[in-house]
């Protein structure tokens, strides 16, 4: 658009494009030529409609609302179709995750795994940027850490900060854009800003799901200058966590996506009743999870199921995906992720095998000797789930299983109904799952040109928000639920309003 762009990244050049190059890249598209294909009927209005049933917006949250509709709106042309001109591509079949239980959420299927992941999106994006024919124009200061914002005559003139944490620096702008992710690495911001819903705290033990540069630095920095900052206490965390086999920061921790025909238990053992079941309210699971003894779960299933149902998001756990080998991504889908399984089972400090209950509730009591596990508890539960394996309509899990069998791209990693205690299925697994963190559904309150609103909802002159910043657009576009493959989406769109603001001028 004609304008000098200065790029300030913490980061190495090599870590440039954050939280994308880990994500798993669903994405949240309304009426897309994908769901058409599949003749799935959606417009904008249904699509808001659910949106707002799934997030719960305060009163009074105008610009998060407004931002939910636009987000919905322009998903397709803008996110989608734009896109597109990249290279990005999305799988044929659409993914149906967050259909909400008791409250409604996704009612048609809208989740695009992009074909790459999060990875391969930014990966093409970085490249279209240093391509560009005014690359010139472009300068990228990796090892820049932004700690302040500076006002000059009620206008932001620049931002400053240190250099590979020695030397300082100051990059002045006509705008400056943050565009520097959420909370979601620094557990003392997590916990500090805290806003519990219901009153439900944070249990004691939480793991890191976002880079530690996600640590709320260029958010406080914003409020230092005026800008209105909200929902900073909400966060987007997932229920399976378990801690990463190979660390990349301390308390590192991976979301799985948790195993729909496992027997789901608190921490002594007890079922977590009614069942939880994934697929239809994260939001929900972590809050159980935050209310059940010792703030953690296990999940215990055999070999067999876990070879068809165990998965985790990101690009890391995703490699035929994210390297787009269709072949292996094809026999992944159906002969079962073995190397998952057996990288997770030999690797995972917090998944126990073992060939009888008795010798699997040893260990999970090794792992957590505060917790209670009685080996004739455990069987006595496991006994009684297996019991219901052949009348789904007897055990709640097994109905939920069975409505989301319904949907073909469901059905595919779904493993057959079965007696966990099956000894051909073995051996059993146990996982033991703590909160892990992920997105922050608050941050600066934007308009719908991505300016920093101050709290008087006037914009802060020169400087605008986008993206996990913004808190997805408006500081809480989510408001208290997300129908997942929102964030990518979101960060792009908010992007694009605040580019097309700025050189307008
Ligand atoms: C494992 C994983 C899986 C995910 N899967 C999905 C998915 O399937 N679908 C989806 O929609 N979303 C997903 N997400 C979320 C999504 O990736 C993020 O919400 C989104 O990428 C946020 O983008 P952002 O640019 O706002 O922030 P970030 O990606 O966090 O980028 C912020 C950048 O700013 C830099 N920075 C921070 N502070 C400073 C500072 N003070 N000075 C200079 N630089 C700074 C950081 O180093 C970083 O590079 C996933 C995230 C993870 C971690």
């Known amino acids: 658009m004609g304008k000098s762009v200065a790029i300030y990244e913490r980061e190495s050049v090599e870590r440039l494009g954050g939280s994308a190059l880990e994500a798993f890249g669903g994405m949240f598209f309304v009426d897309s ?3 058409r294909r599949m003749r799935i009927a959606d417009s904008p209005e249904r699509a808001f409609n659910d949106w707002k049933a799934f997030a719960e917006f305060d009163k009074g949250a105008l610009w998060p609302q407004m931002w939910a509709k636009h987000l919905v709106e322009r998903s397709t042309p803008d996110g989608h179709d734009w896109l597109k001109q990249f290279g990005i591509r999305w799988l044929p079949v659409v993914m149906w995750v967050e259909r909400g239980q008791r409250i409604q959420g996704n009612t048609v299927p809208r989740f695009h795994l992009t074909w790459g992941t999060g990875q391969f999106l930014i990966a093409q994006l970085i490249k279209s940027m240093r391509s560009h024919a005014s690359a010139g124009r472009l300068s990228l200061r990796c090892g820049h850490r932004v700690d302040r914002f500076d006002m000059h005559a009620g206008k932001i003139v620049s931002c400053s900060g240190v250099i590979e944490g020695v030397e300082d620096f100051r990059g002045s702008a006509e705008a400056v854009v943050v565009a520097a992710g959420g909370i979601g690495g620094n557990l003392e911001q997590v916990r500090e800003h805290w806003s519990p819903v219901e009153g439900i705290e944070l249990p004691e033990t939480l793991l890191l799901g976002t880079h530690p540069g996600a640590d709320g630095r260029a958010v406080r920095a914003s409020e230092a200058v005026g800008a209105q900052v909200s929902h900073v206490g909400r966060m987007w965390n997932y229920a399976a966590g378990i801690r990463h086999p190979r660390p990349s920061w301390p308390g ?23 069942p939880m079941v994934s697929g239809f309210d994260t939001f929900d699971l972590v809050q159980r999870v935050c209310t059940s003894p010792l703030g953690f779960t296990w999940q215990i299933l055999n070999r067999r199921i876990a070879l068809t149902e165990l998965a985790a998001s990101g690009a890391d756990w995703n490699p035929a995906l994210r390297e787009r080998r269709i072949v292996r991504f094809l026999l992944d889908m159906l002969v079962g992720n073995r190397w998952l399984v057996d990288d997770l089972t030999s690797n995972c400090p917090d998944m126990v095998i073992a060939g009888t209950v008795e010798e699997l509730a040893a260990k999970m ?31 709640e899990q097994r109905q939920l299983i069975e409505r989301l069998r319904r949907y073909r791209a469901d059905k595919i990693r779904l493993a057959k109904p079965q007696r966990i205690l099956d000894p051909k299925g073995g051996p059993l697994i146990a996982i033991c799952e703590h909160i892990v963190t992920r997105k922050s559904l608050g941050g600066i309150v934007t308009d719908l040109r991505s300016r920093a609103l101050n709290s008087a909802d006037q914009p802060v002159p020169g400087l605008y928000a986008i993206g996990e910043s913004a808190g ?18 979101a960060s ?13 001028g």
């Open 492 to 504: 792009v769109i908010t992007a694009r309003r605040a580019a097309e603001a700025i050189a307008k």
């Open 365 to 395: 009591r090794a792992l957590t000797p505060d917790a209670r596990i009685e080996s004739e508890a455990l069987a006595h539960e496991l006994e009684r789930f297996d019991a219901t394996a052949g009348s789904p309509e007897s055990d």
């Open 33 to 35: 030529p994908e769901q």
């Open 472 to 489: 997805f657009g408006g500081g809480g576009s989510h408001g208290q639920r997300a129908l997942e493959g929102t964030f990518l989406l």
């Open 252 to 274: 590192h921790g991976v979301s799985l996506i948790p195993p729909k025909s496992a027997l789901w238990i608190d921490a002594h053992g007890k079922r977590m009743m009614p």
